[in-house]
């Protein structure tokens, strides 16, 4: 995995990629087993977006041939996968400007000075920037960090602790699945007992609920903390008719999603819809010329912001970007069990 460093030269190459999140890890494989050569650049100081950032050590259950795997897990295993094909990684910055050359080839400029010069780009910037929606609880701050979270880094920081977890999401209860097999007891908050979560992902926490490991907490909803220094002693709890309890805690993890934050890409003529890139199927092709977007921030009918949806779009954004870079030239399709994979033994 290499990175370079910002200078006045002009890098060249086939494909930039916005995001290096697992769709755009992804992307580079799949460009690469088309001979397409990858850039890659991410605001973040890691390869893996919200996979590293948030969660690292939250399980996944529907990547194919997985069961579960921990996205960290996840992360290394598409890096392994794109390392062959020698991915040049811009990590820390910010691609900020766009700009049609003459040539109708792209130069990309990122916010510490970085330049690519590239035939196409690729946006899987999953939610763009992100950051939490934090609940309306006074005093909040004075616990975040210290036992209010919105996310995990290390499931083993809540082992033995009482922990209260609100949302109805998957990250919600996928949290809840996880922590129970390490904290002291694990308080679920929802505002109506319907979970927006994966059907079984939801089976198996109300199988928790009823062997004694989770207690479901609802119709409630988060109303005030208790505690001093930063540190929790309960977590209070009300109901729409203002009925309140207090449940001992010792951390809460309030998961009530991102708030998505486009930034630069907002402002390079892009048809959005709802904070997301509308793209046209197949290929992913935005509304402008060598444009592309893939993963959560793209829609189109019928989008299902899965991971393994992300990866298909990046296949298909990757076979409508050869034509780009080698036009004229006929494609003979091969599968990878046939072709191999350039460097693999």
Not at 36 to 64: F, S, W
Not at 315 to 340: D, M, N
């Amino acid at each position: 995995m290499s990175q370079t460093a910002s200078s006045n030269d002009v890098l060249t190459t086939d494909v930039v990629i916005v995001g290096a999140g697992p769709v755009g890890l992804f992307a580079v494989f799949e460009c690469g087993m088309l001979k397409m050569r990858c850039h890659v650049v991410d605001a973040l100081d890691m390869v893996g977006g919200q996979c590293t950032a948030l969660y690292p050590e939250k399980p996944i259950y529907d990547i194919p041939a997985h069961p579960s795997i921990e996205a960290a897990d996840l992360i290394d295993r598409l890096a392994e996968q794109a390392a062959p094909f020698s991915p040049t990684y811009h990590l820390g910055q910010q691609v900020e400007k766009l700009t049609r050359q003459d040539s109708g080839r792209w130069l990309v400029e990122t916010s510490i000075g970085t330049k690519i010069d590239t035939q196409a780009v690729v946006i899987a910037a999953g939610s763009g920037a992100f950051g939490p929606n934090r609940p309306p609880l006074d005093g909040l701050e004075a616990y975040e960090g210290k036992s209010v979270f919105y996310m995990v880094r290390r499931r083993q920081d809540f082992a033995g602790k009482k922990v209260v977890i609100a949302g109805g999401g998957d990250s919600a209860v996928d949290w809840a699945i996880s922590l129970a097999d390490v904290a002291e007891r694990v308080y679920v908050v929802h505002r109506r007992p319907k979970f927006r979560a994966a059907p079984e992902s939801v089976a198996r926490m109300e199988a928790l609920v009823r062997e004694g490991r989770v207690e479901m907490v609802v119709p409630y909803q988060l109303s005030g903390l208790d505690g001093a220094d930063g540190r929790l002693t309960a977590v209070r709890v009300a109901t729409l008719d203002g009925e309140e309890k207090a449940l001992p805690a010792d951390a809460l993890l309030a998961f009530f999603g991102l708030s998505m934050n486009l930034g630069p890409i907002a402002d390079w003529g892009l048809d959005l819809e709802r904070s997301h890139i509308a793209v046209a199927q197949p290929g992913c092709g935005t509304n402008v010329p060598g444009v592309f977007a893939i993963g959560d921030i793209a829609t189109y009918p019928g989008k299902l912001k899965l991971i393994l949806c992300g990866f298909a779009e990046a296949a298909q954004a990757a076979h409508a970007i050869r034509p780009l870079v080698y036009p004229g030239e006929a494609l003979h399709f091969e599968y990878s069990t046939s072709k191999g994979v350039p460097g693999a033994a």
